[in-house]
């Protein structure tokens, strides 16, 4: 039975993550511009922020997830700055940065909290966890194990995807010269700016 959970629960991982979208697009700009280790990490900060949200769905903390939801537009408001900052930054990163950065640990934790706050910075995610793991636990209470378990599956899934995404990704790394890779940061920085303009203008009519 808990394996049955656990795989619902890496699939719900694996849906919630593959969408493209600004978090996407920033571990695939990070895979190309340094490397796969650094795409990754980047994606398990996402994974981990799905596990958060995830936790509130799974063992429904009332107080808590209300408090996230009711600070959802400050929240999304920090989120859309942060991707304004991103876009901008990424418009001007020139090709010895990424030289210079490739092999860089020093990268990793950055790369990982960077991403790990944008995703939480979106807190209506929590309400669709908290409506499919009502789903999956057929409106029973769920226990510590089954809740753990779900956590778990999603950490995990989003992980596969990310893992999967960034090795995939930094396959063509090698083939792209200073020129492309410049233009790929240009793009990228837009595309971002792009998600930051959309977001606040969501912000202000909500």
Known sequence: ??????????????????????????????SLGHGARIGFISGLGAAAADACYGALGAFGIG????????????????????????GLKMLRATPSEHAAGAGDPARALPAFVSVFLLTLSNPLTILSFIAIFATLSSGETLSATSGLVMV?????????????????????????????????????????????????VRVSAS
């Open 152 to 200: 778990l599956g999603v950490f995990c899934g989003s992980a596969l995807w990310w893992l999967a995404l960034s090795l995939g990704v930094a396959t063509v790394r090698h083939r792209l010269d200073a020129r492309a890779m410049q233009w790929i940061d240009r793009t990228a920085g837009v595309v971002l700016l792009g998600f930051a303009a959309w977001q606040l």
């Open 1 to 30: 039975m808990e394996a049955l959970l656990f795989l619902k629960s890496v699939l719900i991982g694996l849906s919630i993550a593959a969408p493209v979208g600004p978090i996407g697009l920033l571990c695939i700009q990070r």
């Open 63 to 86: 107080a808590l997830t209300h408090s996230f939801v009711t600070l959802a537009t400050p929240l999304a408001l920090a989120g859309a700055l942060f991707l304004a900052w991103m």
